[in-house]
């Protein structure tokens, strides 16, 4: 089963926007993770934020994380043609060593 | 480079013939995984190993077996393919130091299974 779910799944916006994706779980976690595919190719880690941290920021990149929600969103500011490509979140859940992904969020960025 | 690396890359097959898809990583990293991805479903985990001579099944494990007999090397086993098993397939490592932490992602390998 899906443990994350990304929402929306696919995204269209404007160069020099921002884009706001969000993942929602199902239970408790260690850590929750974004990663970024460009169209089927290997997984890039992008940010990692704990489950004792509520927010977390990389160059143009901002993770929130609201443990009672049980959801995290990832914000890209001032977005660029190069942002485009698939977001996925991916959470441990405490106490395993599983790791699961959710479906992912298409990003589009229109020059 | 640091790098996880997979071979072969692409690969077409038909039913019931073995094959292995090789997986290896330069990092000297404990956990690595497999995972399969498929349209409209995600990354899903097949099997996951802590360390040497240590594996356990993911969420999708049916159909699959793996190895772990060096740390570099974790290579997938398909049996017996079927054609549900065509998809895409990735291997990720991590320093897991008490918890799976950024895991890094081979190239991929695309199977088709006739």
């Known amino acids: 089963s899906q443990q994350g779910e990304e929402d929306p799944q696919a995204l269209s916006i404007q160069e020099g926007e921002n884009a706001t994706m969000n993942c929602s779980y199902k239970?408790?976690?260690?850590?929750l993770q974004w990663y970024r595919q460009n169209s089927g190719r290997g997984l890039v880690h992008l940010i990692l934020i704990r489950s004792n941290e509520r927010e977390k920021h990389s160059g143009r990149l901002r993770v929130t994380l609201d443990t009672s929600k049980k959801s995290s969103s990832l914000l890209i500011t001032a977005s660029r043609a190069a942002d485009t490509a698939s977001y996925f979140c991916?959470?441990?859940?405490?106490?395993?060593?599983?790791?699961?992904f959710g479906t992912g969020t298409k990003l589009q960025v229109i020059p | 480079e640091a790098q996880v690396t997979q071979n072969p890359r692409y690969l077409i097959t038909v039913t019931g013939k073995k094959l292995t898809v090789t997986c290896s990583q330069n990092m000297n990293h404990e956990y690595m995984s497999w995972y399969r991805q498929d349209p409209g479903l995600g990354l899903r985990q097949i099997y996951y190993s802590m360390n040497v001579e240590v594996t356990d099944k993911g969420d999708v494990p049916e159909g699959y077996k793996v190895s772990r007999k060096e740390k570099r090397n974790f290579p997938l086993i398909l049996e017996s393919p079927s054609p549900n098993q065509t998809s895409l397939y990735f291997c990720?490592?991590?320093?897991?130091?008490?918890?799976?932490?950024?895991?890094?992602f081979g190239p991929g390998t695309r199977l088709l299974v006739l």
């Open positions: 990720a490592s991590s320093l897991r130091e008490g918890r799976v932490e950024t895991q890094y």
């Open positions: 991916a959470t441990e859940p405490g106490g395993y060593q599983k790791v699961t």
């Open positions: 239970t408790s976690i260690n850590n």
